[in-house]
């Protein structure tokens, strides 16, 4: 069942907030950070406090999923309407995996639609999001379209998506152009990958605040530290958060974590300060370095928030 005509709303909020440039400011006296592009936004306020090349679209990787969950759900929820939501999914996996959550999973095994989405959330697994996306429309491709679709509708113009995982694809343009470069080998060529999705830090915390607040079971399942799962194929899967920060930095409430060779190190969390939310996403840092980036950012807020 392809459903590109239908007309999908997000979160309950438009990108008013992200719609006019935003210069780099730092009212939090943040140190240096590692990552290329970063911000803090106050959601109550929808104001930024902090802000680092937060304009630029760039890589987002894994930071993708929170999209994938969001139209999935509400795909879902208009299949609801007619009478045939999707209650379990049987997972594809067409290959061995590129994380643990990936290797974890079992070809044609089935779950309950709602575990598969924590699940995809703890540990990011890219097998979760191509089966999620793949049991509501006819191809993953086609979900990447309705994704685009989502982000474009809400008046969001920084994303762009060719996948629901956000994992690196192929570029077969190197292929093509094969014989115009004489520098490079055939086997170079076949393993360069290109990256499936982009985002502004900017409308990435605009977006997401928005989307947790709205649907609030999505944040919920992405700070669990861990779980045990039995799925309808009676399989036993035992696992962890792989986003260090809801075990490094306090008061987290939702968060997501990001990681391509293309993308570098990626983080995206909501912490309650004070009865407030914050948002700080870091983008372009490194895998260890998101996390101290974060770190910075957080007690920087801290502070700040404090003196208001």
């Given at each position: 069942?392809?459903?590109?005509?239908?007309?999908?709303?997000?979160a309950?909020?438009?990108?008013?907030?992200?719609?006019?440039l935003?210069t780099?400011?730092?009212?939090?006296?943040?140190?240096?950070?590692v990552?290329?592009?970063?911000?803090?936004?106050?959601?109550i306020?929808?104001?930024f406090?902090?802000?680092?090349?937060a304009?630029?679209?760039?890589?987002?990787?894994?930071?993708a999923?929170?999209?994938?969950a969001?139209?999935?759900?509400?795909?879902?929820?208009?299949?609801?309407?007619?009478?045939?939501?999707?209650?379990?999914?049987?997972?594809?996996?067409?290959?061995?995996?590129?994380?643990a959550?990936?290797?974890?999973?079992?070809?044609?095994?089935?779950?309950?639609?709602?575990?598969?989405?924590?699940?995809?959330?703890?540990?990011?697994?890219?097998?979760?999001?191509?089966?999620?996306?793949?049991?509501?429309?006819d191809?993953?491709?086609?979900?990447?379209l309705?994704?685009n679709?989502?982000?474009?509708?809400?008046?969001?113009?920084?994303?762009?998506?060719?996948?629901?995982?956000?994992?690196s694809?192929?570029?077969?343009?190197y292929?093509k152009?094969?014989?115009?470069?004489?520098?490079?080998?055939?086997?170079?060529?076949?393993?360069r990958q290109?990256?499936?999705?982009?985002?502004s830090?900017?409308?990435?915390?605009v977006?997401?605040?928005?989307?947790?607040k709205?649907?609030?079971?999505?944040?919920?399942?992405?700070?669990?530290?861990?779980?045990?799962?039995?799925?309808?194929?009676r399989?036993?899967?035992?696992?962890?958060?792989?986003?260090?920060?809801?075990?490094?930095?306090?008061?987290?409430?939702?968060?997501?974590?990001?990681?391509?060779?293309?993308?570098?190190?990626?983080?995206?969390?909501v912490?309650?300060?004070?009865?407030?939310?914050?948002?700080?996403?870091?983008l372009?840092?490194?895998?260890?370095?998101?996390?101290?980036?974060?770190?910075?950012?957080?007690?920087?807020?801290?502070?700040?928030?404090?003196?208001?």
């Open positions: 069942m392809i459903l590109v005509g239908v007309s999908i709303a997000g309950d909020e438009g990108a008013s907030e992200s719609g006019v935003l780099d400011l730092n009212k939090i006296n943040a140190p240096e950070i990552a290329k592009n970063a911000v803090v936004y106050d959601v306020n929808k104001e406090i902090y802000a680092k090349s304009n630029e679209s760039v890589p987002i990787a894994s930071l999923k929170i999209i994938t969001s139209v999935f759900l509400q795909l879902n929820e208009m299949r609801a309407e007619h009478g045939n939501p999707v209650k379990t999914i049987e997972v594809i996996k067409d290959g061995n995996g590129y994380n959550g990936d290797r974890e999973l079992i070809d044609g095994e089935t779950w309950r639609t709602e575990n598969l989405i924590r699940f995809m959330l703890i540990t990011s697994s890219n097998f979760a999001a191509k089966s999620l996306a793949s049991s509501v429309v191809d993953e491709f086609v979900f990447s309705l994704m679709k989502f982000t474009k509708d809400l008046g969001f113009t920084s994303f762009s998506f060719k996948n629901s995982s956000g994992l694809i192929n570029n077969t343009n292929k152009n094969l014989l115009a470069s004489s520098k490079d080998s055939i086997e170079s060529i076949s393993t290109t990256s499936s999705a982009f985002g830090a900017k409308e990435i915390a977006l997401f605040s928005s989307i947790f709205k649907t609030p079971f999505l944040g919920e399942a992405s700070i669990i530290h861990e779980a045990t799962f039995i799925n309808l194929s399989n036993t899967h035992k696992i962890k958060n792989v986003n260090y920060s809801i075990f490094k930095i306090p008061n987290i409430v939702a968060g997501k974590t990001g990681t391509t060779e293309e993308s570098g190190g990626n983080l995206m969390i912490k309650n300060i004070g009865g407030r939310e914050y948002a700080i996403v870091i372009g840092s490194t895998i260890e370095d998101r996390y101290t980036d974060a770190l910075k950012l957080s007690s920087s807020t801290e502070a700040f928030a404090t003196l208001k």
